[in-house]
């Protein structure tokens, strides 16, 4: 039963647009949110969190939106650039717990 | 760097054997996680050690499976007598805060 979902495996994106990764939750207890990325044979690194109290988190060029109704969170990151082809997982939490359950990741590709 | 380290990056190893997987967390942090991550799939939870509470074992998928935090600092995670199925990137993490630091992992080849 997979709690935290991200649907597309893969995306590939134009370099100069705008690249939306997606990720859906099924847990209602779940309040905090990350986004990591990760590339070949590096471990992931921390990219944007989000709190439930938010609906939207702001850092340069990455932008998480959260959507608690429908249980939905995305990753914005405008302009896209090669340098952000990567695997992408968020991740979900209930700040009372220290267990965080990720996706299995989207692989972005940024075209050059 | 003062990054987490794991140790070997890579091992190949026999059904059957049992191996060892080393993880150095950044020095301070009191929390430390072991993830493993199978081909097309995400980041699975095994254990979690935090400070000198009891762990929680909760993720590891057989009692084959065991790791240990010595002095706050360094956890090793064992695999006894090896399976294929046991092949995978396990990934360890330490964190303070909430935001975890991940390793480059250790990639287990189980022939």
């Known amino acids: 039963d997979q709690q935290v979902k991200q649907n597309s495996p893969s995306l590939s994106v134009q370099e100069g647009r705008i690249s939306i990764l997606n990720c859906d939750y099924t847990?209602?207890?779940?309040?905090?949110f990350l986004w990591y990325k990760k590339y070949p044979a590096e471990g992931p690194t921390f990219l944007i969190s989000?709190?439930?109290?938010?609906d939207k988190n702001e850092d340069g060029r990455f932008t998480v939106f959260l959507n608690k109704s429908a249980k939905h969170l995305s990753l914005h990151i405008v302009p896209s650039q090669p340098g952000d082809s990567a695997v992408y997982f968020c991740?979900?939490?209930?700040?009372?717990?220290?267990?965080?359950?990720f996706g299995t990741g989207t692989r972005l590709k940024v075209l050059a | 760097g003062a990054g987490v380290s794991q140790s070997p990056s890579n091992k190949v190893t026999e059904k059957g054997k049992d191996v060892e997987l080393r993880c150095d967390p950044i020095?301070?942090?009191?929390?430390l996680y072991w993830y493993r991550q199978s081909l097309g799939q995400g980041l699975e939870f095994l254990i979690y050690?935090?400070?000198?509470?009891?762990?929680?074992k909760s993720g590891l998928p057989s009692d084959r499976f065991s790791a240990e935090r010595t002095g706050g600092s360094v956890s090793t995670l064992t695999i006894q007598r090896t399976q294929q199925e046991d092949s995978a990137v396990y990934l360890c993490?330490?964190?303070?805060?909430?935001?975890?630091?991940f390793g480059a992992g250790t990639r287990l080849s189980v022939l």
């Open positions: 991740a979900a939490s209930d700040q009372g717990t220290y267990k965080y359950i």
């Open positions: 993490a330490s964190s303070l805060d909430g935001i975890q630091y």
């Open positions: 050690f935090q400070g000198n509470s009891a762990p929680d």
């Open positions: 020095s301070g942090h009191t929390a």
């Open positions: 847990n209602s207890m779940f309040d905090y």
């Open positions: 989000i709190s439930s109290i938010k």
